[in-house]
């Protein structure tokens, strides 16, 4: 988990909303009017809020590693 970086706490308000802090912002590229999906994560006790062309990218690298993972495997199972 290299990319682990703590930026500090942020408190929900009234309206269910909390502020990014600053860096973190900075850091991971959310402008004003950026749209974030939000997920659960940790077993449902915390969340993930990621741009979609950031999770689109990612899903497209785990399926072609996937991809090469069941091709191999099926070339060990044919030898």
């Known amino acids: 988990m290299q990319d682990f970086k703590f930026w500090g706490a942020a408190t929900i308000g009234t309206k269910g909303q909390f502020v990014i802090p ?3 912002r ?4 959310f402008d ?5 999906l939000i997920m659960s994560a940790v077993g449902g006790k915390g969340i993930i809020a ?8 990612f899903m497209k690298k785990t399926t072609v590693r996937l991809q090469d993972v ?4 099926k070339e060990d ?3």
């Open 26 to 29: 900075e850091q991971l590229g």
């Open 70 to 73: 069941l091709k191999s495997a």
């Open 32 to 36: 004003e009017g950026d749209k974030l």
């Open 50 to 57: 990621i741009k979609p062309e950031v999770l689109e990218e």
């Open 22 to 24: 600053a860096d973190a």
């Open 77 to 79: 199972k044919a030898e």
